[in-house]
């Protein structure tokens, strides 16, 4: 029974993520939660971990839910339900590429699209930055929290060097050697 949830949970994600692997993210969140797969820290905690390896997101993500879940056939079976539809569609929109170029439709919905996309993965970026910065609530007493400050630190050091266009493995990099340092040291 576990698989067959897996595979149509993460087959529902895949179908309706437009936009990457952060736009899936409400979807995750939500699906996983109601079925108590893990919980919501031990899910931004994987996001950290699926953001520092190779692959593509939504595969890393439904991999490691379907292996605690169910192991690694759990793994499998959740990964084979997110791959399928976009491996679906490219199959169709390769088919018939040319219908769908010239399509009034296909790209008006494409346009509409767009906003829906930017606000799904707004709301993860809230929902991560809520979960990293005030786990349990916002409260004078978090504000002064060493690991607040540390973690605005990271953040504010990556976005600075984003901007001056530091190649996006040295901040991964950069990132989890100050996590390790502070985790060490007990700040975070």
Not at 41 to 52: G, T
Not at 71 to 97: K, M, Q
Not at 105 to 119: E, F, I, Q
Not at 130 to 154: E, M
């Amino acid at each position: 029974m576990v698989f067959w949830e897996l595979f149509i949970t993460f087959f529902k994600i895949g179908a309706f993520t437009f936009g990457g692997g952060y736009a899936m993210l409400p979807l995750v969140e939500q699906e996983v939660a109601a079925h108590g797969w893990m919980t919501m820290d031990e899910l931004i905690n994987f996001i950290a971990v699926s953001e520092s390896t190779p692959g593509p997101f939504a595969v890393n993500v439904s991999t490691y839910v379907g292996s605690i879940a169910a192991g690694i056939p759990g793994a499998f079976v959740a990964t084979l339900g997110v791959v399928l539809p976009s491996f679906i569609v490219i199959l169709l929109v390769a088919r018939f590429f040319e219908a769908f170029n010239t399509s009034k439709v296909v790209s008006g919905m494409m346009k509409g699209l767009r906003p829906a996309v930017v606000g799904m993965i707004t709301a993860s970026f809230l929902s991560v930055a809520k979960a990293v910065f005030f786990p349990a609530s916002i409260t004078l007493t978090r504000l002064s929290a060493v690991s607040f400050w540390l973690s605005a630190g990271i953040f504010a050091l990556t976005m600075y060097l984003l901007h001056k266009k530091v190649n996006p493995i040295l901040l991964i990099l950069l990132s989890a050697g100050i996590g390790i340092a502070a985790g060490t040291m007990g700040l975070l």
